[in-house]
């Protein structure tokens, strides 16, 4: 099993100027992320995720484990690989 936090895209297409999609968590009305646990044979592969970030400076301390919490949007990299490239796309 694995433990999935879900997103959903911001528009309708990808981002004019990147060329990729942009997404943003999904949460329950409560303010918490929506997570699954779903079985392995489900997931098809793991999607690589750049955060979209702000005109600020990144703060220095910012942590790789905090990353997901401390933007609000992120682009789906579709050139991880051939396979990345052609699901995504």
């Not at 004019?16 to 779903?38: F, I, K, M, N």
């Not at 790789?64 to 991880?80: C, E, G, M």
């Amino acid at each position: 099993c694995a433990l999935v936090e879900w997103f959903s895209p911001v528009a309708d297409a990808p981002d004019e100027d990147t060329g990729l999609w942009v997404v943003e968590p999904d949460y329950h009305p409560d303010g918490r992320r929506v997570q699954d646990v779903v079985h392995l044979q489900t997931v098809l592969r793991a999607a690589h995720l750049i955060p979209v970030f702000c005109p600020d400076p990144t703060p220095v301390q910012l942590k790789q484990h905090a990353v997901l919490d401390s933007y609000r949007a992120f682009y789906v990299k579709k050139y991880t690989d051939h396979h990345a490239h052609e699901i995504a796309f």
